[in-house]
């Protein structure tokens, strides 16, 4: 693949240019005057770096439609598919895909089932959904951002590997991956992209402290602290699935997922009937024909989740925690257990000055895997000095 080269000079890495980018890129109509004012920064050099968006294809200027005497002002408009950006989530039986336009509108999706199969085979099938979606929406190679991947395990950035998974595999080099792909690829776990769907496409975007919590097959944590996301030494924060607690009685450590995720619940549904349940939309239909043994589980995992939540906002001082995946949706549609729990453990949640919250966006894994890219795009590198 040729280099994309967005600008003369690589100016995109010049934080007057990044600025002038991410406020147009906020998708409001803007005059040089408007720019000018709101970024503090003079005119010639809101023009000269306008001339190169322009260039580069990524805006344009139209006359207002306000008239105030005299000639109309000239507008400044974020061309919205001028660059494009795919996201691809895996996960045990689906690998899924999905385009983002700079005002991170999705334009198209795909998914195809997967049994369980080498790691490698989801993602040459997602390779192929890619080549899709970029066929089909005619995607020049100059205007793909790139293809952010969300991974359902552990990432050591600093070993360059997939440390563990929840679909077995372990020790899986990222340059694998790399390598499959012809343009630049971005992988994070999935926990911290559905954080990141959270943050920019949701109701959190003004919150400097969040936590995400997705429970699916295993149990996964994003942490957003003053306003990013921390990652920790390696890469691994956030895996509080694997945070163990002590069984009061026997004195016995587990894990937090080995409790709360669908195969812990459909591990432990089949322990007490004997019925070997496969499916967890089948659990999903039990605890809502209110079966006593599936709901019954179902409580006692969101025990475990809100010892969990306590101790996390006890340690982080957290205002808000979302809770999705899986599990996450299903304890939404069952108030009463969960209102049963939180009676249980009212005097130490009251502690708390923390909103617990469910997700209301669907594919959050695919959705933050592409904004990867976009949120790179407009990245300013000192950013948080700025």
Do not use: W
Request: charged fraction near 25%; aromatic fraction near 6%; charge should be negative.
């Amino acid at each position: 693949m040729n280099k994309r080269v967005i600008l003369k000079g690589n100016l995109i890495k010049e934080t007057n240019y990044k600025k002038i980018l991410k406020l147009i890129g906020k998708g409001e109509n803007l005059t040089k005057l408007d720019i000018a004012y709101t970024l503090k920064i003079s005119i010639p050099t809101v023009t000269t770096n306008i001339n190169e968006l322009k260039e580069a294809g990524i805006i344009e200027e139209v006359e207002s439609d306000i008239y105030t005497g005299g000639r109309k002002p000239k507008i400044i408009k974020l061309i919205p598919n001028a660059r494009i950006s795919i996201g691809m989530s895996i996960t045990k039986y689906k690998v899924a895909v999905a385009a983002m336009n700079l005002l991170n509108e999705v334009l198209i999706s795909k998914e195809v089932d997967c049994e369980e199969e080498q790691l490698m085979t989801y993602f040459i099938k997602g390779k192929k959904l890619v080549d899709e979606v970029v066929e089909e929406l005619k995607i020049p190679e100059e205007n793909l951002l790139g293809i952010g991947i969300s991974i359902p395990g552990t990432l050591n950035q600093n070993s360059g590997t997939i440390e563990q998974t929840n679909m077995g595999y372990k020790e899986i080099p990222l340059n694998q991956i790399y390598d499959l792909f012809d343009d630049t690829v971005y992988v994070e776990n999935e926990a911290n992209l559905s954080l990141l769907a959270e943050k920019n496409l949701g109701k959190y975007e003004e919150l400097k402290n969040l936590i995400y919590i997705g429970i699916n097959e295993g149990l996964g944590g994003g942490i957003f602290v003053n306003g990013e996301i921390y990652t920790g030494t390696s890469g691994r924060a956030g895996e509080f699935g694997h945070m163990r607690l002590v069984e009061k009685d026997t004195g016995r450590a587990y894990k937090v997922e080995d409790h709360i995720s669908t195969r812990s619940l459909l591990n432990r549904y089949k322990q007490r009937t004997g019925e070997n349940i496969k499916s967890f939309l089948k659990f999903e239909k039990l605890v809502k024909m209110n079966d006593p043994i599936a709901c019954e589980i179902l409580e006692e995992g969101i025990e475990i989740l809100m010892m969990t939540i306590y101790n996390l906002t006890m340690v982080l001082d957290i205002q808000t925690l979302i809770i999705g995946g899986k599990v996450g949706r299903l304890i939404k549609t069952q108030p009463t257990v969960l209102q049963n729990v939180v009676n249980k453990y009212n005097e130490i949640m009251e502690r708390l000055d923390l909103d617990i919250t469910f997700s209301d966006i669907k594919n959050t894994t695919t959705l933050g895997a592409a904004l990867l890219p976009i949120l790179d795009f407009y990245k300013i590198s000192n950013e948080s000095e700025t």
